[in-house]
């Protein structure tokens, strides 16, 4: 039966089946839904499937054969017959939602300046499909008839562990480690498990967009907490609601400013989690990708395992197409963890998984991330002494370069005319909790930001930017500050 023909009937109703199914059938066909040329099921086939008796579907086809919307040609079957070409209004797409377009504006590209995306050059996309081919073959015909392990494959979840070990100071064993579809995936199995509907939560204000999204579904009440060069304002935020049951942040590299938390910031706010039974979610996005010396340990290695859930991903180190990343559970919260990963979340293709398991254990990964970090720094050097040759005020801001823009400038639209270029920067105000406590400025994307192409695309950049503030971006003696 053809799928796009849905026919219900009520035996209750005084209309017969007949005129039914020919009613049905005729909607169908003058809607459009089916096209000239379809195949019909035949009555028989018909009948057997509405439970009618064949009688009851040959007299409807007849009806609509008289009627000209069928022609029946033997062996050949029956079709809708050709009808004239009529304008018909087609009806209009559901809205998306202003969310889902301001995602799908963060995601368009790979363009100049974008954040959020690896280095366009040098991904390893040979040494990747030569992995997912030799585990292919080592998988079999029989392992995809089974169900693969929800909480990851093993092989993966020991090379993070191990990795996590050398490169965050984050010692932990492979089964806290769960696997997840990217960071998104990640923060939904962690707000499902601890289940706290209603709470209050510290968020990093300016902080991402997505993260504050996911936090209003799971119907948390956020507060917002300002951010300087320490990091989150941890006494701020215990003044204004220590009753809070969770705190969500970017200890490493704030996003989206790029400060690293102090020691004393954290030893505080592990303090407020332990005392008041609060639970922490480190949001690990950049990883060891800090341009400035070797990354500052993660969090959750001076808490012991007891009260910060770790996410990190591999969006910005190999690539955000893998949809790859990963949760380090704290040790009593594995059981927990473990069913809901095999009831509502489980893990990504085992296939992606083994592959990116060897490349880690070959050494391709680490050698990866260190080229990587050469090659932004040096990208973010260039960046630098465009905006220095233009006196613009800017700062260092991670994998970014904050350019600054006079308050109240709109950096939004700003960033609408760059894109119809080939640039796409971040606006700032953006990642605020509310306009009216947002900044102007825009955030160029480093990784995303090649040598050749600088000149060109820092002149178009300022050529836009005067149009809305031209005398506002320049003269400015902050523009040798390395960090907000």
Known sequence: MNSDLQIQLDRTAKLSLTEQIRMSISRAIESGLLAPGTRLPSWQDLAAHLGVARGTVQTAYERLSDAQLIETFGAKGTRVAPRPRVAVAQPQPPDPGAFMKAYQRMNTGPAIFQLGIPASGGLPEKLFARARSSNLLKAGSFSSLIYPDPRGELELRREIAGYLSLSRNLHCFPEQVFITSGYSSGLGLALRVLGLDGKKVWMEDPGFFLTRKGLELARLQVIPVPVDDEGLNVGYAIENAADAALAVLTPGQQAPLGSTLSLRRRLQLLDWAVSN??????DDYLSELQLEGRAA?????????????????????????????????????????????????PAPS???????????HEGHYIRRVRRLKRLYCAQRDALCEQLRMRNAEWVKAG???????????????????AMTVGIAPSP???????????????????????????ATSCHRLFEIIERYCQPHVRGSKKSTKDRV
């Open 277 to 282: 039974d609060a639970w922490i979610i480190e």
């Open 297 to 345: 340990p993660a969090l959750a290695s001076l808490d012991e395992g007891k009260r910060v859930i770790h996410i990190g991903t591999f969006s910005k180190t190999i690539s955000p197409g893998l949809r790859l990343g990963f949760v380090v559970a704290p040790a009593e919260l594995v059981v927990a963890f473990s069913e809901v990963a095999a009831t509502l979340a």
């Open 350 to 360: 085992p296939l992606i998984q083994l592959a990116t398991a060897q490349f880690m």
């Open 399 to 417: 994998l970014a370069v904050l350019l600054r823009l006079p308050d109240g400038a709109p950096d939004v639209q700003i960033v609408q005319d």
């Open 428 to 454: 700032l105000s953006a990642w605020f909790a509310t306009p009216s406590g947002s900044s102007s400025g825009l955030l160029l994307g480093v990784a995303t930001a090649p040598e050749a192409q600088l």
